[in-house]
């Protein structure tokens, strides 16, 4: 059965940093596509960033510049790199991969800003 599993949420001040870690529960060179998605109290949730099976990455505006997403396949690993953190970044993060035609999540970590 696949899993993602997230850690590395918490609570950080703007303009601080955050790394989240995504680890799979199976080779992650089977996923077409693995990405961050996140979620605020009462809005949807949204594209962070994704990143094919051949590292191609797309961003979405509000994080660009500041977020980078990256793969290990080694370690089954995806991470996201967050820097320069806003308020507005709050909200809970969740892993998202494409297997298969199938879609994967994880449970979600709580990523908190304080201004």
């Known amino acids: 059965q696949v899993q993602l599993v997230e850690s590395g949420g918490g609570l950080v001040q703007a303009g601080g940093s955050l790394r989240l870690s995504c680890a799979a529960s199976g080779s992650i060179l089977s996923f077409n596509v693995m990405g961050w998605y996140r979620q605020a109290p009462g809005k949807q949730r949204e594209l962070v960033a994704v990143i094919t099976r051949d590292a191609i990455t797309n961003y979405a505006d509000s994080v660009k510049g500041r977020f980078t997403i990256s793969r290990d396949n080694a370690k089954r690993r995806v991470y996201l790199q967050m820097n320069s953190l806003k308020p507005e970044d709050t909200a809970v993060y969740y892993c998202?991969?494409?297997?298969?035609?199938?879609?994967?999540w994880g449970q979600g970590t709580q990523v908190t800003v304080s201004s």
């Open positions: 998202h991969g494409v297997l298969v035609g199938s879609d994967y």
